[in-house]
């Protein structure tokens, strides 16, 4: 009887140690692409002492890196990373151009498959989006919903984005997302401001 206990005290200890936190990406209804080929993974999430982490050790240059993140975190959390990640993708002393992009990956919950939606920012700034002389065809925009996108693009302008930091990660996607849908993403400067 002892025995069986004890074994059974065992298994469940066994089995708690062993189950893995599984993470949540963001999610929409509509698939800007259903198949990417020739990718390197990076994961963005919180570890077990809730700190956010990232795992880019599987990356490899001329290959689209795919980020997954955890859609309970925000912008103001993933930034610096992925400052990071554009730097190093798009750096110009490398040995060879880098013709690929990055791409984050995301739940079609429709068609019930992973989606992915280009990055068309190839650099976040963290700090105060500086003041630049506007009009010529050039507009400063604040996003701060998907509603936003949908309501304000003249595609004949060119666009300076600024996000606000608290946006969710899930919010963020589907931000690119609608840019994609609405083809709006060559009228965008590629740097972006988070704050």
Request: hydrophobic fraction near 35%; charge should be positive; aromatic fraction near 10%.
């Amino acid at each position: 009887m002892k025995i069986k206990i004890i074994l059974m005290i065992l298994g469940s200890i066994f089995l708690t140690s062993c189950q893995q936190k599984e993470m949540k990406i963001s999610r929409s209804n509509f698939s800007v692409e259903a198949q990417i080929t020739d990718f390197s993974p990076v994961y963005i999430s919180k570890n077990d002492k809730g700190k956010v982490t990232i795992n880019k050790n599987n990356v490899i240059g001329n290959t689209h890196w795919v980020v997954s993140v955890d859609r309970g975190l925000n912008l103001q959390e993933i930034a610096p990373f992925l400052q990071e990640i554009t730097v190093k993708k798009y750096q110009k002393e490398g040995m060879h151009k880098d013709t690929k992009t990055i791409y984050f990956v995301y739940s079609d919950t429709l068609h019930k498959q992973n989606a992915y939606v280009k990055m068309p920012f190839k650099n976040f700034a963290l700090e105060e989006q500086p003041v630049y002389e506007l009009g010529n065809g050039v507009q400063s925009l604040h996003l701060k919903s998907v509603a936003d996108v949908k309501n304000l693009f003249d595609k004949t302008q060119t666009y300076l984005i600024r996000i606000d930091k608290n946006v969710s990660v899930e919010t963020f996607v589907n931000i690119l997302i609608e840019l994609e849908k609405q083809k709006l993403s060559q009228s965008l400067n590629s740097e972006v401001y988070v704050n």
